[in-house]
């Protein structure tokens, strides 16, 4: 992993999200091509005590993480982007005792919304334990400062 400004920034926003604290994810690069999330594996994520497979929700919260942050891969200056859209389509389980990585990139950005696509994936990258397609709003500068403002207000009351 390199220390560039876009891993930086990646790693501020993942820091500010509690559950993908909880998980333990990480950020395993990013570049003006895409982001890779790391998931590792703990009994805390395992969907199937008997087999050791992990739950589908956990995976949705990397790609959906993951899709997310990739935003930051291609804005200039760092903009708040919910989810609008997310679908996932699920190949094969995960391996159990094994990290799973995410990539997403930005496909399409336009003033309103980012499109983003990836994959979740364990040793090989083409044998995809997931695909992941998502769109995202752009709430721009403006709804961050509205946001600051807003909350300042409610501080001083």
Do not use: W
Not at 32 to 42: A, E, K, T, V
Not at 97 to 105: C, I, L, P, S, W
Request: aromatic share 8%; hydrophobic share 40%.
């Amino acid at each position: 992993m390199s220390d560039s400004p876009l891993v930086e920034r990646a790693q501020r926003f993942l820091a500010v999200l509690r559950h993908c604290q909880l998980l333990g994810m990480s950020v395993h690069s990013a570049d003006p091509q895409g982001l890779i999330l790391r998931l590792p594996y703990s009994p805390q994520i395992v969907g199937n005590p008997e087999t050791g497979v992990i739950h589908g929700g956990a995976i949705t919260t990397l790609m959906d993480t993951t899709c997310g942050i990739s935003t930051v891969c291609v804005l200039p200056e760092f903009e708040i982007c919910p989810t609008l859209d997310l679908r996932i389509d699920y190949m094969h389980p995960a391996e159990p005792n094994k990290d799973v990585y995410g990539f997403a990139e930005c496909y399409r950005v336009t003033p309103n919304i980012i499109f983003t696509r990836g994959y979740a994936y364990q040793d090989d990258p083409s044998q995809p334990i997931a695909h992941v397609v998502g769109a995202f709003m752009r709430m721009g500068k403006q709804a961050q400062s509205a946001k600051a403002l807003s909350s300042m207000q409610g501080a001083k009351q």
